[in-house]
């Protein structure tokens, strides 16, 4: 009996730890500013655990763009991370986070926003579909210009501002997050 026993709870326990496993594979994970982000999570879920996209974060609360960005979206975001935002002239940032310019940052912030979901591989497609440039719409109104350098997609925006996408893919639930080195800027 006591062998039985064994046998019912090792098999137990294996069925159990390869459920774990199968899910755990369904929710491939990446790491972006040491925290796994989920695809079973939404955007603003996912980078609230990003230690490399803090300010974002601050900039999105500040901005009231929380509420929209845990929308069904989908959305594809191209999300600065800290060091973007300190590529910018000293004190802009502060000067975006003030209550009397929140129109000013929510044009900003939704200028690196696209709606639907575009993975690197549909941009790509994108760009040769372009003969080498693919314009996308921003949330905001304004357009990006997304190409390619060898095998790094950049983005460049209406003033000629470019962008490199350090990390691409991080799928959410309602869309998918391309991290970028530098903040794009509406048309002045």
Do not use: C, R
């Not at 975006?96 to 941009?123: C, D, F, R």
């Not at 080498?132 to 060898?150: D, E, I, P, R, S």
């Amino acid at each position: 009996m006591k062998i039985q026993n064994f046998f019912k709870m090792a098999f137990a326990a294996f069925i159990f730890l390869s459920a774990n496993m199968a899910f755990a594979q369904m929710e491939k994970t990446k790491m972006v500013g040491g925290a796994e982000m989920y695809p079973s999570k939404n955007i603003v879920e996912n980078a609230v655990n990003s230690a490399d996209h803090t300010t974002l974060v601050a900039a999105v609360k500040a901005a009231g763009l929380v509420e929209t960005l845990q929308g069904a979206g989908p959305f594809t975001v191209f999300a600065p991370d800290n060091m973007a935002f300190e590529k910018l002239p000293a004190g802009t940032v502060e000067t975006l986070l003030k209550p009397e310019n929140k129109a000013t940052l929510q044009a900003v912030l939704t200028y690196h926003v696209v709606a639907g979901k575009m993975g690197s591989k549909e941009i790509a497609a994108a760009i040769k579909k372009g003969d080498g440039k693919a314009v996308l719409t921003t949330v905001q109104g304004g357009k990006l210009t997304a190409w390619m350098k060898g095998k790094d997609l950049y983005i460049t925006d209406e003033n000629g501002g470019e962008s490199k996408v350090t990390i691409s893919d991080v799928w959410q639930s309602n869309g998918v997050i391309h991290s970028v080195d530098s903040v794009v800027l509406p048309k002045k």
